[in-house]
């Protein structure tokens, strides 16, 4: 009974925080709230900060439905414009169909802190987005919001170095999503002189980071994950530096995903290290293949190949099977892939040429090489025996891939790729 009771009074609770949420909402969007806007955008934040997530969803809800354009203005205004196509037409048309939650987040903005607070709420939606499909043009609205504000016109880039400030290092370590760092020592070694760590800023958020990246200078392009973040390892001195290889790229707010920073960034940095470094001839990834080895169990089906490439894909997912005895598990250990006969490793090589060259392509294909080639990287070369680690054999069986980016030519991949065509060397072509 006890329980009962308290369950019942927190539901009453929250559905008055709810209430005091939605009103200040509408007080914020009226003449005196816009007079009064920080005072007003601060109690929103708190107000929402205080509901449980059962009530946010509410609060998005009615995002949806009572701050949305009105259907009738809008038709009454796209009737005025599709009659009288001019600037007074279509400045009314703009007007009554930008969703009043638009204007609602701006001056939710202009509060203390209020860039974080969005990107917060945003976080908070993009959980349920999914769930509730009804909410898409509340996020859409975000989004919108969200890639204007951390434009990279506004985003300064900072090297982080061991002095970095221990706020910021314990972040770089907390927020890394490829290769762990495993603590201080581990950290300490990807900061030492023949490694780069650079991140992205925004002004309204100066103590976090929104991205990082991190760089390996090398003698010549890498072909293996491990000694690059070998915290035993002695720096190179700076005479063997002549290819400077990203081996990962980190995102640390999820409320901006869907925001394209990562692409700004290696182009940044990689301008930054040619000036820093002007013999550096090379500028390139040791990236994973997440994507990999569920496609090759679930058959390697690709789309829109000639009937010949697809008898040669076919062949070599059969050899490869046949490699491992029937059993593809066993290429999610080191032995297992050290043990393929020679026919099995070029079949496990064409195998990564087809899924990077054309399923990776395609709608739905491997984020990563997406990214990249998206980005107007070129398929380089593939790396057997790349990642040895627990999560890289059962991702990908051990391949890793360089993509090559060519600072001269990243525009007229990054068209290629935009028209379905995939940059890539002859090594990967004769794969094919």
Not at 209 to 225: D, G, K, Q, S, T
Request: hydrophobic share 40%; net charge positive; glycine share 6%.
């Amino acid at each position: 009974m006890l329980d009962e009771i308290k369950s019942a009074a927190r539901k009453v609770n929250s559905a008055r925080h709810l209430r005091g949420l939605l009103i200040d909402c509408r007080r914020l969007l009226s003449e005196r709230g816009e007079a009064n806007s920080v005072a007003i955008a601060r109690n929103v934040v708190a107000r929402f900060r205080e509901l449980p997530e059962d009530e946010q969803a509410s609060f998005f809800e009615r995002l949806s439905r009572d701050f949305s354009p009105d259907p009738k203005l809008v038709l009454r205004d796209a009737q005025a414009y599709a009659e009288t196509p001019n600037a007074q037409t279509l400045l009314r048309l703009t007007q009554s169909a930008e969703p009043p939650r638009q204007e609602l987040l701006r001056r939710i903005n202009r509060s203390p802190g209020g860039t974080g607070s969005i990107v917060a709420m945003r976080r908070a939606l993009l959980a349920r987005v999914n769930r509730q499909p009804e909410l898409q043009a509340v996020e859409a609205d975000f989004l919108h919001l969200l890639s204007s504000w951390f434009n990279p016109g506004f985003l300064r880039l900072q090297r982080v170095d061991w002095n970095s400030p221990a706020q910021l290092l314990e972040q770089i370590i907390r927020h890394e999503a490829v290769h762990t760092i495993d603590g201080w020592d581990d950290l300490r070694r990807r900061l030492q002189p023949d490694r780069r760590c650079f991140a992205f800023f925004h002004p309204q958020l100066p103590d976090e980071p929104l991205i990082f990246v991190e760089v390996a200078l090398l003698p010549a392009m890498p072909e293996a994950i491990a000694p690059l973040i070998d915290k035993a390892s002695e720096p190179l001195p700076p005479g063997q530096f002549k290819v400077a290889a990203f081996y990962s790229i980190s995102n640390c707010q999820p409320g901006l995903k869907g925001v394209s920073l990562g692409n700004f960034l290696i182009k940044r940095v990689a301008e930054e290290l040619k000036r820093e470094l002007p013999q550096l001839k090379t500028f390139c990834t040791l990236s994973p293949i997440p994507g990999f080895a569920r496609w090759v169990r679930a058959g390697a089906l690709c789309t829109g190949l000639t009937k010949s490439k697809a008898q040669r894909l076919e062949e070599a997912r059969a050899t490869l099977t046949n490699a491992c005895g029937g059993d593809l598990d066993r290429l999610t250990h080191a032995a297992g892939l050290r043990a393929l006969p020679a026919e099995g490793s070029q079949a496990l090589l064409r195998l990564g040429a087809y899924y990077l060259g054309w399923h990776a392509s395609a709608e739905g294909g491997d984020p990563v090489a997406r990214f990249h080639l998206d980005n107007g990287a070129r398929l380089e070369r593939l790396d057997p025996l790349g990642d040895l680690s627990a999560k890289g054999l059962r991702q990908s069986f051990g391949l890793m891939v360089n993509y090559l980016y060519d600072l001269d030519k990243v525009e007229t991949h990054h068209e290629k790729f935009v028209h379905g065509e995939v940059a890539q060397s002859r090594l990967l072509t004769s794969l094919l």
